[in-house]
């Protein structure tokens, strides 16, 4: 939308282009936060003007956090629709649902905003047998190396 400021990092105009057929029209958009990333606040702009901004947001576990609207501005400047909304958790933050079935069915949602930390993923025990195994290997070559050397050293 050309009266909200998208940037860099931020989704514009989703669902976007690529969904303009009446298939998608009143389809809820579903965001999963990946593993590793953790997400506790978040901003979003309604881009619809016909209604409000609904979504629904969930832990890791499924479990409701907490609804957020970006309602319709009735305002009287020229960007009357532009209305922000946020949301901060103490939880992070696992799947966001934006309710479809509002306005007049197309982007409800413009600049999503969020800032997002990454932990170090956790190895898989496989990468821990690995690890061990690995060590072992080096373990019995260097015990061969040293058994070489005194063999070595009484022939000599």
Known sequence: MA?????????????????????????????RVQDGANLYAFGFWNGDPQGDALLRVYDRSNVLLGTVTASVNTGSSSSFTNSF???????????????????????????????????????????????MAGLGLLGFIARQRKRGHREEQRSA
Request: proline share 8%; aromatic share 14%.
């Open 85 to 131: 909304a946020g949301f901060i958790s103490t939880l992070p933050v696992g799947r966001l649902e934006w309710e479809g079935n509002t306005g007049d069915g197309w982007n409800h949602y413009d600049d999503f905003q969020a800032q997002v930390t990454f932990t170090n993923a956790v190895p898989e025990p496989e990468a821990y047998a690995l690890l």
């Open 3 to 31: 009266n909200t400021p998208s940037g860099p990092r931020e989704i514009a105009n989703f669902p976007g282009n690529c969904c303009i057929s009446d298939v998608y029209k009143f389809g809820d958009l579903i965001a």
